[in-house]
T-cell receptor
Framework: DGGITQSPKYLFRKEGQNVTLSCEQN?????MYWYRQDPGQGLRLIYY???????QKGDIAEGYSVSREKKESFPLTVTSAQKNPTAFYLC???????????????FGPGTRLTVL | AQSVAQPEDQVNVAEGNPLTVKCTYS??????LFWYVQYPNRGLQFLLK??????LVKGSYGFEAEFNKSQTSFHLKKPSALVSDSALYFC?????????????FGAGTRLFVKA
């Protein structure tokens, strides 16, 4: 899992609550990503950020929000607007080599969110 | 639509036998292809990638993959499987024409190596 940490490992949320998932990296990577993993499906991109104070929506951004105030941190908030938030959430980071398509992503250990 | 297909949900192989995990893709532009492995309740670990050059790419833990442009495939292989190779394997592609930040993942193939 390299130099990327995610916390907590397990998170339980009541309906109607917002929760924030932490992601920190010490790899000095510029780009960071949030993915959602559901059983039997590939990873789906929620948000990504290329630089501090900038981020872009991925394929399934509705009901989620992010911030990028520091290079090493990219927290994800799952809001009450997300209708089916139970999933495994993965954070990743990568260098920006100039040809971003070729950059390898390195993943954190994940946070499993369960809505009660 | 751009996509990645892993046609087998599960692959079973005996320890010591060669293994293949299949991946095909459909993208416009040059494809940059990746393989990742995931152990239970863990993040994905990078195995190897194809960017350009030699079609046979060697990666971590003895794995290799062959890029076949005409068949749009990028199958993962290992000459001799270990029980510890049992895990979930993801093929992924980064199309060169999407700004480089969007990765398309396959649904994953579970590899089970029997002792």
């Amino acid at each position: 899992d390299g130099g990327i940490t995610q916390s907590p490992k397990y998170l339980f949320r009541k309906e109607g609550q917002n929760v924030t998932l932490s992601c920190e990296q010490n790899l000095n990577h510029d780009a960071m990503y949030w993915y959602r993993q559901d059983p039997g499906q590939g990873l789906r991109l929620i948000y990504y950020s290329q630089i501090v104070n900038d981020f872009q929506k991925g394929d399934i951004a509705e009901g989620y929000s992010v911030s990028r105030e520091k290079k090493e941190s990219f927290p994800l908030t799952v809001t009450s607007a997300q209708k089916n938030p139970t999933a495994f959430y993965l954070c990743a980071s990568s260098e920006l080599s100039g040809v971003a398509s070729t950059d390898t992503q390195y993943f954190g250990p994940g946070t499993r969110l369960t809505v009660l | 639509a751009q996509s990645v297909a892993q046609p087998e949900d599960q692959v079973n192989v005996a320890e010591g036998n060669p293994l293949t995990v299949k991946c095909t893709y459909s993208v416009s532009g040059n494809p940059y292809l990746f393989w990742y492995v995931q152990y239970p309740n863990r993040g994905l670990q990078f195995l190897l990638k194809y960017i350009t050059g030699d079609n046979l790419v060697k990666g971590s833990y003895g794995f290799e993959a062959e890029f076949n442009k005409s068949q749009t495939s990028f199958h993962l292989k290992k000459p001799s499987a270990l029980v510890s190779d049992s895990a979930l394997y993801f093929c992924a592609v980064r199309p060169s024409n999407t700004g480089g930040f969007k990765t398309i993942f396959g649904a994953g193939t579970r590899l089970f190596v029997k002792a």
